[in-house]
Nanobody, 121 residues
Framework: QVQLVESGGGLVQAGGSLRLSCATSIRAFTIVSLGWYRQVPGKERELVALISSSGNTEYANSVKDRFTISRDEARDTVDLQMNSLKPEDTAVYYC???????????????WGQGTQVTVSS
């Protein structure tokens, strides 16, 4: 009952900007947090940014002050504005949703399919 679809990835020059969007379709869950992770081949998936249901945000130190996570409830999206991009930001970016089930209050985690971001030097 949860679907996440990312868009907005692509190729950009260093110093440029991209805006990622995660379209959410969430039913029978209360959202605990939404966010973005990224992964480079051969490395573990790492946290980029999270936003809780109350609006609190958390960022990786490597992206703090450059990236901004936000929710647009009117469009049912979770967005990641990425500015001053660096080549080391190159990765597959995944949307994540953590929710609590209405029925039994259990926690579940859901992932999007990922979108490629490539930053050239």
């Amino acid at each position: 009952q949860v679907q996440l679809v990312e868009s907005g990835g692509g190729l950009v020059q260093a110093g440029g900007s991209l805006r990622l969007s995660c379209a959410t379709s969430i039913r029978a869950f209360t959202i605990v947090s939404l966010g973005w992770y990224r992964q480079v081949p051969g490395k573990e998936r790492e946290l980029v940014a999270l936003i809780s249901s109350s609006g609190n945000t958390e960022y990786a130190n490597s992206v703090k002050d450059r990236f901004t996570i936000s929710r647009d409830e009117a469009r049912d999206t979770v967005d990641l504005q990425m500015n001053s991009l660096k080549p080391e930001d190159t990765a597959v970016y995944y949307c994540i949703a953590v929710g609590r089930r209405f029925r039994d209050f259990g926690i579940s985690t859901h992932w999007g399919q990922g979108t490629q971001v490539t930053v050239s030097s």
